[in-house]
C-alpha cells in the first residue's frame, strides 16, 4: 500500500479540507503516515491569504527536496489557496512538485497520483459551481475526539479589494442541510462534544428554503450536549435572527467572531466591505443585547493602501470601543490580480506597516488582560479537551466564549463537561479550579 503525509497551512477551511482529501485517498486505497520518511507522496495543502503564507510553503518545498534525495520515489504535491493561484506556473518554478490540485478539484486526485506514480506532471485547478464534497465523511486526522469541523459552504463572492479567496475558492454554494445535520449526529454518537460549522461567509448559507440561522437551529437540536461554534461571518451578514436563534440555544456557543478588517469608513468603503463603522458597531450592540456574555472576536489588517495616521488611529478607537476578547491582526499584504493589486496603491511603507500593526497588537493585548480579569471569580462550564501543555497534572479546556481555561487535573476526563471557578488569568488564558 502506498503512504500519503499531509501537511495542512493555513485557515480551519484548509484543516477540513484536509481531511476531505484524507477521505477521498483512503477510499481510493491510500494507507496514511505521520513520518515523512515513509511516505510515497507528500500533499501540502496550503494558503495564499498574504504573501508570508506563500513563502513558507515555498521554503518547505524547496526543504523537502532533501527527503526526496533520500527517497527518490517521493512525491510532492501543492493542494489548496496557492495551487489554485499558482496554477502550472508554481510547477515551472519549483521543479521537485509533481502535481498542483485546487480547492474544487481534489475528486481528481486518485487519478492524479496514478499518473504521477508513473511520472507525469500534473495540475487540476478547475473551480467549480456545485463541489461542496457533500458526500465525503472526513477522516478525523488530528482530531482529538472531542471537537471537529464540519464545513457547511464553499468559496466567497463579496471580493474585498485586498483578498485572494473569491479567485482561490470560487463562487459561494451551500452544502445539503441534511447531510450537515446528520454529520453532527454521527459525531455526537461518536462521543464528540463539539462541532464548528465552517464557511468563507457562513451567514450567506442558503440551501432552499434553509438560511443559516435554520441551520444552526437544526444543528443544535441534535443534542443540548453539543456545542456548536462558527465561523467566519461577515459584519454586513449578520442577522437579528441569527442572533435570537443562538440566545435561544444554550448549546450555541457564546462567541462571535466578527472580522472588522479597519476602524475607518474611508477604508471600509476602499476595501469594499459594504458596511460602515457605525452598521458594525450596532452589529455589536444588538449581539450584546442579545446575549451579554458573549465574546467578540475580529480580524484587522493594519496599513490598508492610502491608510492614514488618522485611519489608524479610528482603528485603535474602534479597538477601545469594542473591547475585543481575541483579534488575529495582519500586516497588508499586496495580492496580484485582486481589486487592490489593480487599482490601488500599496503606499504604506513596510515599517511603517509593522509600527502600526504592533500598536494595534499593544492596544488589543493590554484589552485582553483587562477583559480576563473581570473573569477572576466567574463559574464556567468547561468542555475538557486535554493535557495542559505546561503540566501533565493540569487539564485545559474551553468555556462557551471559546475562552481556554487550565486547572488541576483530579477526575476531570477529556471529552466531558465540568465546572470550574476562575482564579487569575493571563492575556491569554484562564487559570481556575474545578468546582463541581
Ligand atoms: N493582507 C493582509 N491580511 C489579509 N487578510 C485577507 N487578505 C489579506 C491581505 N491581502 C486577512 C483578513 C481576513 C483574514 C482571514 O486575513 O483580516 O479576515
Ligand atoms: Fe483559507 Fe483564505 Fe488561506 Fe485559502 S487563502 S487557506 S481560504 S485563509
Redesign the pocket.
Known amino acids: 500500500m502506498e503512504t500519503i503525509y499531509i501537511e495542512t497551512y493555513g485557515?480551519q477551511m484548509n484543516f477540513a479540507d484536509s481531511e476531505i482529501v484524507g477521505s477521498i485517498l483512503k477510499e481510493a486505497g491510500y494507507g496514511f503516515t505521520d513520518e515523512l520518511q515513509d511516505a510515497d507522496y507528500v500533499l501540502i495543502n496550503t494558503c495564499a491569504?498574504?504573501d508570508n503564507a506563500e513563502q513558507r510553503v515555498r521554503h518547505r518545498v524547496r526543504e523537502l527536496r532533501a527527503a526526496q534525495n533520500r527517497r527518490p520515489g517521493l512525491r510532492i504535491g501543492v493542494l489548496g489557496c496557492m495551487a489554485e493561484r499558482l496554477q502550472s506556473q508554481l510547477m515551472a518554478e519549483e521543479d521537485n512538485v509533481s502535481f498542483v490540485v485546487g480547492p474544487d478539484a481534489y475528486r481528481t486526485l486518485p487519478d492524479i497520483l496514478v499518473r504521477v506514480r508513473e511520472g507525469a506532471r500534473q495540475a487540476e485547478t478547475e473551480l467549480s459551481t456545485t463541489e461542496t464534497y457533500a458526500d465525503i465523511e472526513p477522516v478525523r486526522f488530528g482530531s482529538n475526539g472531542i471537537s471537529a469541523y464540519i464545513s457547511i459552504m464553499r468559496g466567497c463572492q463579496n471580493y474585498?479589494a485586498?483578498?485572494?479567496?473569491p479567485y482561490t475558492r470560487g463562487r459561494e454554494r451551500s452544502r445539503d442541510p441534511k447531510t450537515i445535520v446528520d454529520e453532527a449526529r454521527k459525531l455526537f454518537d461518536q462521543g464528540y462534544r463539539e462541532v464548528t460549522l465552517l464557511g468563507q461567509n457562513v451567514n450567506s448559507y442558503a440551501c432552499g428554503d434553509v438560511d443559516f440561522p435554520g441551520l444552526m437551529d437544526a444543528v443544535a437540536n441534535v443534542d443540548p450536549r453539543l456545542r456548536v461554534r462558527f465561523a467566519?461571518s461577515h459584519p454586513k451578514d449578520l442577522s437579528d435572527k441569527l442572533l435570537e436563534v443562538m440566545a435561544a440555544h444554550q448549546n450555541i456557543c457564546r462567541c462571535i467572531h466578527l472580522?472588522v478588517?479597519s476602524g475607518s469608513n474611508l477604508m471600509l468603503k476602499l476595501m469594499n466591505r459594504k458596511y460602515t463603522v457605525e452598521w458594525y458597531l450596532d452589529r455589536v450592540e444588538a449581539i450584546r443585547r442579545a446575549m451579554p456574555d458573549c465574546s467578540i472576536t475580529t480580524?484587522?489588517?493594519a496599513g490598508?493602501s492610502g491608510e492614514t495616521l488618522e485611519d489608524h488611529e479610528a482603528t485603535l478607537e474602534l479597538f477601545r470601543k469594542v473591547r475585543y476578547d481575541y483579534a488575529?491582526m495582519?500586516?497588508?499584504?499586496?495580492?496580484p490580480n485582486?481589486y487592490?493589486a489593480r487599482h490601488l496603491a500599496d503606499d504604506v511603507a513596510d515599517e511603517e506597516k509593522t509600527r502600526r500593526l504592533n500598536e494595534i497588537i499593544a492596544l488589543q493585548g493590554a484589552i485582553a488582560l483587562e477583559n480576563n480579569q473581570k473573569e477572576v471569580g466567574k463559574e464556567y462550564e468547561v468542555l475538557v479537551e486535554g493535557a495542559s501543555h505546561r503540566s501533565k497534572e493540569q487539564l485545559f479546556g474551553r468555556n462557551s466564549q471559546n475562552k481556554v481555561i487550565v486547572f488541576d487535573r483530579r477526575d476531570a476526563q477529556p471529552g466531558t463537561y465540568r465546572r470550574v471557578r476562575v482564579e487569575a488569568c493571563t492575556a491569554a488564558t484562564l487559570l481556575g479550579q474545578l468546582s463541581d
Open positions: 485557515c491569504i498574504r474585498c485586498y483578498c485572494v479567496v467566519t472580522p478588517q480580524d484587522v489588517i490598508f488575529y495582519f500586516k497588508y499584504s499586496l495580492r485582486t487592490a
